[in-house]
């Protein structure tokens, strides 16, 4: 599975605020965060991703180039 693109991204900023942490322990932090608010399939997927002709979204990782509802 490929990471959240929404949170990967938030956490880069958290890392500039905070450098005492890495971008991947605020990426930890901030999927505890949202665990009862996930990131919607398209936010996952990220800004660049793609069409899926399956589920009819914009889910596709542009990084794996699968869909992240359908697999």
């Not at 500039?16 to 949202?34: C, F, G, I, N």
């Not at 800004?47 to 002709?53: K, Q, V, Y």
């Amino acid at each position: 599975m490929a990471v959240c693109e929404k949170c990967w991204e938030d956490a880069y900023f958290r890392t500039l605020s905070d450098p005492a942490k890495s971008q991947y322990e605020h990426y930890v932090d901030l999927l505890l965060e949202r665990r009862d608010t996930p990131c919607s399939a398209e936010e996952q997927a990220g800004e660049d991703a793609g069409f899926c002709i399956k589920c009819e979204r914009h889910t596709v990782n542009a990084t794996t180039h699968k869909c992240v509802i359908c697999g």
